[in-house]
């Protein structure tokens, strides 16, 4: 709000100002202007095409110019606000002979429609032509008649000024027009008259539904999220956390067409443009707080952020369609082929047809997530761990009772995915340690006095049998290690990477290990104890690394088992296709990077703690 200083002393508000801001808000809380007031933009600066004499005057592009130099009192103001805004709901923007006299004929149709509707001040001395039916056959009779002094001052730019401007050589770099203003219009009557029945409805049975305890309007997407908290306990305790923003400036400077969600300020925007009724809002909510609940914004990891969204996208919209939660807004995207699937599986999928899916619209806009980045160095900073763990307890609390009370069904996929978010994610090197045991499960060993262990200090003339493995169980017990030594590869990953390796193998009983260094060209290193590869790696080149002569290499080794699995170490600077020959087989990348293919082998992801 703009304050006034005069000789540095205390600020005194500015009334003007004061009084502009009040008019606009009884406009925009009314509900048949509401959607033309978010649609349309509101100016009150200087250099702006304002009527000297008036108060506002409007263009086609629905551009409202109001005269910063005028005092008016709020419900002035509101009434020029609102007949600016008629003119753009009931199409008066056309080119006529007099145009003059369809500008009167306009003014008069809109000041009747505003006198009935009983909002603002009405001018003194208004007094409107008698027998106002529509604006042709008004605009007719004046043309006849000519326009008297009391008509003429019907407009809100002044005696005998035009307060429709047909053509306007200022440009709005991000607004584009509606599609039809007459639409919203209709749009607005109708929230109108639903509202009034509903609350006469409501007051019969004295009850409240969109006014508030203390009188004010509750927008849908209000009710929307007090619905969650109230009826709906699986979202209830995270939307009670929320702050609700329905700010058009807000959502514009973020570029939200219709929703989006802040996991780190704990905020929901959803753009008020978008006139989304409750059913939808409900959709609309629900289907961002189950972003954040299942931790979508930190689980793309190496994964492009946008088809990341996107794929989660698909899960979620999946299903609240079957959890029947509101109603879908025109344009989510939802595809039957994908049910079932985690949003890891459809990711997966979608990343195959890139330039298709990347011209998907998420409910922020093509191209834009809807789950908005965190504040830059926030997980850093510690504050992410305490906001990580109140996300998995509130949803796994509300699971619990969810099912215990029996309030609804719940898709088998969601459920999954909230009691795993009960558990800490598994290491990579567990996981490696697993795709070991898969492949190497643990040899049988027997006594043997051929190889006596350690004589005990109390008893060292009593000879005791060692502990061996069955050399026949050893035979073609080895793995084959494609490893990428580019200078490209993290030295301290991959030592990490190697020393796993080593204990494994060593652990496992794996007698020897089939290794090929790869850069420019593949380089057979022949059979090495698992426990003297770590030390042997050297940096052969730079830039990037060709593996598929390395994987030719062992797949024509004549001492290589064919049923060996293979270890791909690299930092995915490869080629785009790897063909493995149906063998088993498995990556170890560093975090954060993204195989330029698809892969059909497990892929372990390093990450040094």
Known sequence: MGRNTKGGGKAKPDIATEHFYAGCD??????????????????????????????????????????????????????????CLLHLGMNHFEVKARQDCWNAACDCVAEKFLSELKLGEQPDGDTLPPGITNEEKLYLRLCEAGI??????????????????????RTERWRTAPKSWTALFAHGLSDAVRQAVQTAAMHSRGETDDVGSNGAYRSPAARAKEWFVSSYPLLGAIAASFKLVENPQVCQRLEIRVAAVSSALQEIYINPAAHLSEPECRFVVAHELLHVALRHDVRHQWRDAYLWNVA???????????????????????????????????????????????KLATLRGVGLGDMLPAEPHWWERGEGVALDDFYRRALGQALSYHETMGRGFLPEGLIEEIRALSHPPIPWDVELARWFDAHFPMV??????????????????????????????????TFGVVLDTSGSMDRTLLAAALGAIASYGAARDVPGVRVVFCDAAAYDCGYMRPENIAGTVQVRGRGGTVLQPGIDLLARAKDFPASAPVLIITDGYCESRLSLYGREHAYLVPAGVSLPFPPKGEVFRMRLA
Not at 337 to 356: F, H, P
Not at 445 to 471: E, F, G, V
């Open 26 to 83: 009884i406009v925009r809380q009314h509900p048949v202007f509401r959607p033309l007031w978010d649609a349309a933009s509101i100016y009150r600066q200087k250099h702006t095409p304002f009527p000297e004499n008036g108060l506002a005057r409007v263009s086609a592009q629905g551009r409202v110019y109001c005269n910063p130099m005028v005092r008016a009192r709020p419900g002035q103001w509101a009434r020029a606000l609102a007949h």
């Open 148 to 169: 008297a002094p009391e008509y003429a001052a019907m407009g809100t730019a002044g005696q005998y000024g035009g307060d429709m401007l047909l053509e306007d050589s």
């Open 312 to 358: 989660c996208d698909y899960v979620i919209n999946g299903w609240l369609m079957e959890m029947s939660v509101g109603t879908p807004p025109d344009g989510v995207l939802y595809d039957v082929a994908l049910k079932g699937l985690s949003a890891e599986a459809v990711y997966d999928r979608i990343a195959t047809d890139m330039r298709t899916y990347r």
């Open 444 to 477: 049988e060993k027997r006594r043997s006095y051929a190889r006596p262990s350690r004589r005990q200090s109390s008893t060292p003339d009593i000879p005791r049998p060692n502990w061996i493995a069955n050399p026949e169980a050893l035979d073609g017990r």
